[in-house]
C-alpha cells in the first residue's frame, strides 16, 4: 500500500499500520518540523519527506491507496484561539483536500480534536464529505483523548458504538515509572505539556482540585498515603504526610505509554520537542483498530 501521511508529526501513523498488519509500500511524509521529521525517521529511515504541504504541486508521487491527515487543531480547540477555519493553521485543510481531489486516494483519514465548535465540525464534515465518528483513547489504553475521525474506511461506525467494549481497564498507575497517581485514567495529553510546571506551591493546590485537568504524579507515596491525603484535605489533619511527597510531571516514556507507542519512541531530541510531539500524536492503538478495515 502506498501511504501519504499529510501532517505527519513524528509518524505515529506508522507504529498503527504495523499493529493493524497493513503492508506498506512507500510512505510519504508532509511535515515541517525538523524534530519530528528526525524522529519519525529515525524508527521509519524509507520514510520519504516531502516537507510544506503547500508545496504539493511540485510533488511527484505514484497512486496513493490512503491518505491521512491530522490536520492542525490550535484554531479549532477550545484550548486554542478559536479562529476556525479562516485560521492560517486550521485552513490548511484546504490543501488536504486539494491533494485528496488531486491524487484521489482509495481511503482517506481526517482527523482534528473533539471540543471544536458544532459550526466548526458541521463545517469540517461538510468539506470533507462525511460525518466524523469520536473515539476516546481511554477504551483502548489510560488516557482520556478524544478525537475525530472522518474516513471512507468502513468499519469506523461500528467501532464507535462498540468502543465501551474495547475497555480493558488498563489504569493509568499501570504505566508510571515511579510514584502514584489519584487518577484512574490520564488527562489529555496536550502539545503545551512541556511548559507545565510541578512547583512545590502547586502541590496542595492540586489536590484541592485546581489544575484538574493536568497529570501530575506524587512521589515518595504509596497509594493508601495518597488516598489519607485526599480523604483527609480539608479536615483537621497534619501536613506530615504532604511534607513528605511532591508532584512531579510525567517523563517522556510515560507520555509514549499514553499513546500507546513503544517506550522510547521520540527518544533523540529534548524533552521539550518530545512532549510537544507526542501531545500532538494519534493514539497508535485508536488509529490501528481504524485501520484494521483495510484488511476486510
Ligand atoms: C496535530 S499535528 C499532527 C501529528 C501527527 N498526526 C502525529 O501522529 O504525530 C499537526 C502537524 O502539522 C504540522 N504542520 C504545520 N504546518 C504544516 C505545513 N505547512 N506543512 C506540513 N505540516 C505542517 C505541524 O508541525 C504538526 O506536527
Not at 47 to 60: F, R
Not at 85 to 110: M, T, V, W
Not at 145 to 168: C, M
Request: charged share 25%; hydrophobic share 35%; proline share 3%.
Amino acid at each position: 500500500m502506498n501511504v501519504l501521511s499529510l501532517f505527519n508529526g513524528c509518524g505515529m501513523l506508522r507504529p498503527a499500520l504495523d499493529k493493524a498488519n497493513i503492508q506498506v509500500n512507500n510512505y510519504y511524509s508532509s511535515e515541517v518540523d525538523k524534530f519530528a521529521n528526525q524522529i519519525a525517521n529515525k524508527n521509519y529511515p524509507d520514510t520519504v519527506q516531502l516537507g510544506d504541504i503547500n508545496d504539493w504541486h511540485e510533488w511527484k508521487l505514484p497512486q496513493i491507496d490512503l491518505l491521512t491527515a491530522g490536520f492542525p487543531c490550535q484554531d479549532l480547540s477550545v484550548a486554542g484561539n478559536r479562529k476556525g477555519l479562516d485560521g492560517e493553521r486550521s485552513s490548511l485543510l484546504f490543501q488536504a483536500l486539494a491533494i485528496r481531489d488531486k491524487l484521489k486516494p482509495k481511503y482517506f483519514l481526517f482527523e482534528n480534536v473533539a471540543n471544536m465548535g458544532k459550526q466548526n465540525r458541521a463545517e469540517i464534515s461538510k468539506l470533507i464529505g462525511v460525518e466524523p465518528v469520536k473515539l476516546n483513547s481511554k477504551y483502548w489504553g489510560v488516557q482520556n483523548r478524544e478525537r475525530l475521525f472522518w474516513t471512507n474506511i468502513a468499519n469506523v461506525k461500528q467501532i464507535e458504538q462498540g468502543q465501551a467494549i474495547n475497555d480493558k481497564q488498563k489504569l493509568f498507575q499501570d504505566i508510571l515509572l515511579d510514584g502514584v497517581t489519584d487518577k484512574a485514567k490520564a488527562k489529555c495529553l496536550l502539545a503545551s505539556y512541556y511548559k507545565t510546571q510541578a512547583s512545590p506551591n502547586r502541590l496542595k493546590r492540586y489536590i484541592k482540585g485546581y489544575f484538574a485537568t493536568y497529570n501530575f504524579v506524587f512521589t515518595e507515596l504509596n497509594q493508601i498515603q495518597l488516598q489519607m491525603i485526599f480523604d483527609k484535605y480539608g479536615r483537621d489533619w497534619s501536613d506530615d504526610l504532604l511534607n513528605n511527597t511532591a508532584i512531579r510531571k510525567l517523563y517522556p516514556v510515560e507520555c509514549e505509554r499514553l499513546m500507546n507507542l513503544p517506550d522510547n519512541y521520540t527518544e533523540g531530541v529534548s524533552n521539550t520537542q518530545r512532549y510537544k510531539m507526542l501531545g500532538n500524536g494519534w493514539d497508535v492503538d485508536v488509529v490501528a483498530e481504524i485501520l484494521k478495515g483495510l484488511n476486510q
